[in-house]
């Protein structure tokens, strides 16, 4: 499995990711402060040792520190995607939803 931080989604992700961390943190609890540490050192390093890390502490962190985490992260992805403005030159003209082809559904092709 090929896990780097080389291209400037996955980075945002990560530094999404990492700024939830940080509006869920509550000290004294060692599962938050090492998946915060550890989505930190991934962004500073871009290492696949790294990235293992950070998902391993996320594995590990509490099911319910992990769905705040997560309302976050999905909270703050919706804010960068319409601070960002359009990402391509394929943009329809309804407001920044991408055009897609007459013969393809919504979702674009399934995937087995």
Do not use: W, Y
Not at 22 to 44: N, S
């Amino acid at each position: 499995m090929s896990l780097t931080l080389d291209d400037e989604a996955t980075l945002c992700s990560v530094g999404i990711l990492a700024e939830a961390v940080e509006m869920a943190f509550v000290p004294g609890i060692l599962e938050l402060r090492t998946l915060r540490d550890a989505l930190k050192e991934a962004l500073r390093t871009r290492s696949p040792a790294a990235v293992r890390l950070a998902f391993s502490a996320f594995s590990r962190v509490d099911r319910d520190f992990r769905s705040q985490i997560t309302h976050h992260a999905l909270q703050l992805a919706a804010l960068h995607r319409h601070s960002a403005g359009p990402m391509s030159s394929n943009m329809g003209g309804d407001g920044g939803v991408p055009a897609r082809r007459p013969d393809r559904g919504i979702d674009g092709p399934r995937r087995a």
